[in-house]
Nanobody, 124 residues
Framework: QAYLAAFGGGAVQTGGSLRLSCVAS??????MAWFRQDDGNERTFIAG????????RYADSVKGRFTISRDNAKNMVYLQMNNLRPEDTGIYLC???????????????????WGQGTQVTVSS
């Protein structure tokens, strides 16, 4: 079992930036991913990274604006969010997946463990 905690959210205006962090403990995972949860509780893939394979994947909507990174020694994953838009608003969840493959999966059911979310609000 992996244990995750996300933090670093906040409220910004359009064009602003935030840096989210996620600390992981317990069972080591293969893939870490960020999802955004909207008011209807739907979860949308934002970005993912493997711990050791060097693979990174982004949702098309955030390419060029968001950057996912990791610090293996600290068991932490980050999401740097720049040029934020109102549609980026939501609860950002850190998740852990236990699978191997050539491509990071973007579906919610690929991930086994979810941390508490951190709220990101972007105003017009």
């Amino acid at each position: 079992q992996a244990y995750l905690a996300a933090f670093g959210g906040g409220a910004v205006q359009t064009g602003g930036s935030l840096r989210l962090s996620c600390v992981a403990s317990g069972r080591s995972s293969d893939v870490m991913a960020w999802f955004r949860q909207d008011d209807g509780n739907e979860r949308t893939f934002i970005a993912g990274t493997t711990w050791n394979g060097g693979q990174i994947r982004y949702a098309d909507s955030v390419k060029g604006r968001f950057t996912i990174s990791r610090d293996n020694a600290k068991n932490m994953v980050y999401l740097q969010m720049n040029n934020l838009r109102p549609e980026d608003t939501g609860i950002y969840l850190c998740s852990a997946g236990f699978y191997n493959g050539i491509m990071i999966r973007t579906t919610e059911n690929a991930y086994d463990t979810w941390g508490q979310g951190t709220q990101v609000t972007v105003s017009s």
